[in-house]
């Protein structure tokens, strides 16, 4: 087997199955039958003032990687994007059993830190809470969207078992991926490491190169 190792950034993918071109930012163009993504998501926070700066401390990027910090705290959930929420009628399903208010207002700023958290709304109405779940992500690239893979509704590009996107001669590895099976991404790295095993060991014959970004 022949190995060809090029180093730079990825600014593009097109073609079909058997014929990939990958093109690089030095415009050099690269050849493949198939092709493994890994440009992992990055997260982008909602610009609502004051959500930057807690980012991490108050404000918490999932709900099943943060339960320990926000444990028995008055929660918030924040966001736009169809992932986001998802992520609000999960929490506002379980609010609802236990008769506790859901209220809807466009949200502008929030001040202080955690546990003492105030959210300003749009009507000029204020709310205390003590943590707020925002769930920035977003995909890193749209080489996956450029080659037609389909999306989970939480943004993810949609594997099997096998790491193979829709696309025939397209696979994906890491959080960037996720089986339909499962309710989120998985961010941890040995998993990552597993995906891309996985998706090599699930390519047969030569012509298979790996596309990352950055």
């Given amino acids: 087997m022949t190995v060809e190792v090029h ?14 071109t990958v093109e690089l930012a030095d415009r050099t163009r690269v050849e493949a039958g ?13 610009g609502v003032s004051g959500l930057t700066e807690r980012f991490g401390s108050s404000v918490f990027r999932r709900r099943f990687c943060h339960e320990c910090e926000a444990r028995g705290k008055t929660l918030a959930v924040v ?5 986001q929420a998802t992520q609000a009628l999960y929490v506002a399903d379980r609010l609802t059993r236990h008769g506790i208010a859901i209220r809807h207002a466009l949200l502008v700023k929030v001040e202080r830190e955690l546990d003492a ?17 925002h769930r920035p992500t977003r995909q890193q ?27 025939r001669g397209v696979f994906a590895a890491g959080d ?10 998985l961010t941890f790295v040995v998993m990552g490491a597993a995906d891309g095993v996985c998706a090599v060991g699930s390519l ?6 790996r596309a990352t970004q950055g």
């Fill in 34 to 46: 198939r092709l493994i993504l890994t440009t992992e998501q990055v997260d982008e926070v909602t």
């Fill in 176 to 185: 960037m991926a996720q089986l339909a099976a499962l309710p989120d991404a």
């Fill in 117 to 133: 958290l105030v959210l300003y709304f749009e009507d000029g109405a204020q709310l205390a809470r003590q943590a707020i779940f």
């Fill in 79 to 83: 966001g736009q994007t169809p992932p």
């Fill in 141 to 167: 690239a749209s080489l996956a969207t450029d080659l037609g893979c389909e999306l989970l509704p939480d943004g993810c590009v949609r594997v099997d078992q096998f790491q193979r996107t829709t696309v």
């Fill in 7 to 20: 180093h730079g950034q990825v600014d593009a993918t097109k073609g079909t199955p058997g014929g990939f």
């Fill in 204 to 209: 047969a014959g030569p012509g298979a190169v």
